[in-house]
């Protein structure tokens, strides 16, 4: 920091020290606080938006893994079976999910990068220019409350130096116009910028629902073709409990084994 610029920010911390005890004057404006609120917030949601986005694509990247682990593992219980139908069916699951998870990256991760991570992370990248440009009025600000004190202090208390109030008068309409500049800018384009947000982000929406829906039906497709070496009563079974009776069947005779003790 240069000498000119230690000494702005050493004068403009005095100020806000002196209107935190209030002997300064500190600028109101409700118009500029709302709008800096709304765009708060939309920092806010959007970067939450990128964050959870991102987890669901690593979540589904893990979804794929564990199911291609478990499809291998399932494929290893017919090992040296390869003809029955519950090993035709596990070695067809194993293809399908293997498959599916190959398509992650093909189907999913690319296009879900480039239409919905990129811009949303291009949307939060100008933000902190945006709040560069709020701290900077936020300067001027202190910069012209201080004028406007030192103004009203030489006029309620006149100096011997007849031209000190001049030049505090010069002083405050330069602090004043440089931030009326500034304020006004950041009035006028913060609400464009949030009410900008909902176009901006329709595509990436939109292309959201198309990844997931295009994997999904892959999905299905693929799921769907494991079923056929189940048996044709299957189907039937699981949906009136049958399927349920012979689970238990099963576990009762894994339970009468010695090795279960007594």
């Known amino acids: 920091m240069s000498w000119g610029g230690f000494k702005k920010a050493a004068s403009r911390a005095g ?76 070695h067809a699951y194993k293809s ?7 398509g992650v990256g093909r ?11 990129e811009p949303i992370g291009k949307l939060n990248s100008y ?31 006149p ?3 007849t031209t000190k109030l001049p030049r505090a008068q010069a002083e405050h309409d330069e602090a004043k116009e440089v931030f009326d500049i500034l304020n006004e800018q950041l009035i006028t384009e913060l609400p464009v910028l949030v009410d900008l947000r909902i176009p901006y982000l329709d595509p990436s929406f939109e292309a959201m629902i ?7 039906e892959e999905g299905y497709e693929k799921l769907s073709g494991v079923q056929r070496y189940f ?5 039937d079974d699981y949906a009136n409990g049958a399927l349920d009776t012979q689970v238990e069947g099963v576990l009762e005779e894994m339970r009468e084994l010695s090795i279960f003790g007594p």
Do not use: W
């Open 231 to 235: 048996a044709d009563n299957i189907r």
């Open 96 to 102: 399908a999910v293997d498959e599916l998870d190959a």
């Open 210 to 216: 198309r990844c997931q829906l295009r994997f999904a």
């Open 15 to 90: 100020t806000t020290i002196m209107q935190k005890t209030g002997q300064v004057e500190r600028t109101i404006d409700r118009e500029f606080a709302e709008e800096e609120g709304r765009f708060k917030t939309m920092e806010k949601e959007t970067n939450n938006l990128q964050k959870e986005a991102k987890t669901y694509l690593d979540s589904m990247r893990a979804m794929a893994s564990a199911q291609s682990r478990i499809a291998e593992t399932i494929s290893l219980f017919y090992s040296a079976d390869r003809t029955s139908d519950g090993a035709m069916a596990g």
């Open 127 to 157: 933000y902190p220019t945006i709040n560069a440009a709020i701290q900077k009025r936020e300067h001027k600000m202190t910069d012209y409350d201080a004028a406007r004190a030192k103004v009203k202090k030489l006029v309620e208390k």
């Open 107 to 117: 189907e999913l991760d690319a296009p879900y990068r480039a239409t919905v991570l």
């Open 159 to 161: 100096s011997d130096d």
